[in-house]
């Protein structure tokens, strides 16, 4: 084994020989570092020819080899893998480079009788040689030993390399960007989803259930507290169903006289009986059975639509039932209940509800 290729195992050795790309950046340092060589010192064509053609030689050597190995590997089925000439600098090199059968122990006497090999050797970043060879050098043969400068050339990433990393650098950038993409879309989702519920949520006081032709639209079941409202003050409990016979209720007791209890009557209430006549159905009753009295107002869009309407009850619970005029075009509103008599015993209200006539 001469000792270029030696050196170029070497330099071989010391990276990922496997790699095609990272042959083919060995080679090409190596003929740019002998062409650098070459042009510092003027010699003949032939001799220039021989020193090309003996590097040449010593890659398709050494490439002929890795094949044998992919052949025993299975690997290998054109031929041998031998350097891709167009990477050289120097298009003489695509002849150099030609495959040939020669016997390398045959004597060529096409060669001078001077033409001594120039040295070629590998640069690493360390003395140790550890890791890749960073470069290829080429000197006059003993230059090296007589520390005399030798011509060097960085070995450079391979274009099939180069084209690999832009590869798996688009690769990442995509994903990164498929990432940032799903989790904005997803943040979008989870806003959506909080505002839709957010939306349902505090429109479900004035949406309550029912409301096709006949049905009853319940608007206070006993339970929905948050379907009522005191504007002039009062308070408003719960009670506990043994309290009230097993019926959910709550007790309204007035802060003092005028005061009201209102119950919310929705927009999608109010337009399912625009300009229809409906029919409210109310449920209250006096907590100690005393008689109590109360008067009902209902009002949509700020128009009074059922008069004033007085009741009185002196049981638990009793139903009451009145009409309603829906003007066209209604909105939404309340109907307000008021004790004409405020008593600290207050005025139960089982439920409202209402449905056309």
Same mark, same amino acid.
């Given at each position: 084994?001469?000792?270029?290729?030696?050196?170029?195992?070497?330099?071989?050795?010391?990276?990922?020989?496997?790699?095609?790309?990272?042959?083919?950046?060995?080679?090409?340092?190596?003929?740019?570092?002998?062409?650098?060589?070459?042009?510092?010192?003027?010699?003949?064509?032939?001799?220039?020819?021989?020193?090309?053609?003996?590097?040449?030689?010593?890659?398709?050597?050494?490439?002929?080899?890795?094949?044998?190995?992919?052949?025993?590997?299975?690997?290998?089925?054109?031929?041998?893998?031998?350097?891709?000439?167009?990477?050289?600098?120097?298009?003489?090199?695509?002849?150099?480079?030609?495959?040939?059968?020669?016997?390398?122990?045959?004597?060529?006497?096409?060669?001078?009788?001077?033409?001594?090999?120039?040295?070629?050797?590998?640069?690493?970043?360390?003395?140790?040689?550890?890791?890749?060879?960073?470069?290829?050098?080429?000197?006059?043969?003993?230059?090296?030993?007589? !520390?005399?400068?030798?011509? /060097? *050339?960085?070995?450079?990433? #391979? @274009?099939?390399?180069? &084209?690999?990393?832009? $590869?798996? +650098?688009?690769?990442?950038?995509?994903?990164?960007?498929?990432?940032?993409?799903?989790?904005?879309?997803?943040?979008?989702?989870?806003?959506?989803?909080?505002?839709?519920?957010?939306?349902?949520?505090?429109?479900?006081?004035?949406?309550?259930?029912?409301?096709?032709?006949?049905?009853?639209?319940?608007?206070?079941?006993?339970?929905?507290?948050?379907?009522?409202?005191?504007?002039?003050?009062?308070?408003?409990?719960?009670?506990?169903?043994?309290?009230?016979?097993?019926?959910?209720?709550?007790?309204?007791?007035?802060?003092?006289?005028?005061?009201?209890?209102?119950?919310?009557?929705?927009?999608?209430?109010?337009?399912?009986?625009? !300009?229809?006549?409906?029919? /409210? *159905?109310?449920?209250?009753? #006096? @907590?100690?059975?005393? &008689?109590?009295?109360? $008067?009902? +107002?209902?009002?949509?869009?700020?128009?009074?639509?059922?008069?004033?309407?007085?009741?009185?009850?002196?049981?638990?619970?009793?139903?009451?039932?009145?009409?309603?005029?829906?003007?066209?075009?209604?909105?939404?509103?309340?109907?307000?209940?008021?004790?004409?008599?405020?008593?600290?015993?207050?005025?139960?209200?089982?439920?409202?509800?209402?449905?056309?006539?």
């Amino acid at each position: 084994m001469s000792a270029m290729e030696k050196s170029l195992r070497r330099a071989l050795d010391a990276g990922d020989a496997k790699d095609p790309a990272f042959r083919e950046s060995i080679y090409a340092a190596s003929e740019r570092a002998l062409e650098r060589m070459l042009a510092q010192k003027p010699v003949d064509d032939a001799v220039a020819h021989v020193q090309r053609t003996r590097l040449a030689e010593t890659i398709n050597r050494v490439e002929d080899d890795f094949y044998a190995r992919q052949t025993e590997a299975g690997a290998g089925e054109d031929g041998p893998a031998q350097h891709d000439p167009t990477l050289s600098l120097d298009p003489a090199y695509r002849d150099a480079h030609a495959y040939s059968t020669r016997d390398p122990g045959a004597e060529d006497d096409s060669r001078p009788a001077n033409d001594g090999a120039f040295d070629l050797e590998p640069i690493f970043d360390t003395r140790s040689g550890d890791g890749p060879a960073t470069g290829m050098a080429v000197a006059e043969p003993g230059a090296a030993r007589a !520390g005399k400068p030798a011509a /060097v *050339e960085p070995i450079h990433t #391979s @274009p099939r390399t180069r &084209a690999a990393d832009a $590869a798996r +650098e688009a690769t990442k950038r995509s994903n990164a960007q498929l990432r940032r993409f799903l989790l904005i879309a997803l943040a979008v989702a989870a806003v959506l989803a909080a505002g839709i519920y957010f939306v349902y949520a505090s429109a479900s006081p004035s949406e309550p259930t029912g409301g096709a032709d006949g049905a009853w639209i319940d608007l206070f079941d006993g339970k929905r507290l948050d379907a009522l409202a005191t504007p002039e003050g009062g308070r408003v409990e719960a009670l506990a169903t043994d309290a009230t016979g097993g019926r959910a209720a709550v007790r309204f007791t007035p802060s003092g006289e005028a005061a009201s209890l209102t119950v919310a009557v929705g927009e999608g209430v109010a337009r399912s009986v625009d !300009g229809r006549k409906v029919v /409210v *159905e109310l449920a209250a009753g #006096s @907590p100690d059975g005393t &008689a109590r009295t109360f $008067a009902v +107002e209902c009002r949509l869009g700020g128009r009074s639509v059922c008069g004033r309407q007085n009741f009185a009850t002196a049981r638990r619970s009793d139903t009451f039932v009145f009409d309603m005029e829906v003007p066209e075009g209604a909105r939404a509103g309340d109907i307000a209940i008021t004790p004409t008599e405020p008593s600290t015993a207050g005025l139960y209200l089982y439920a409202m509800r209402l449905r056309n006539g």
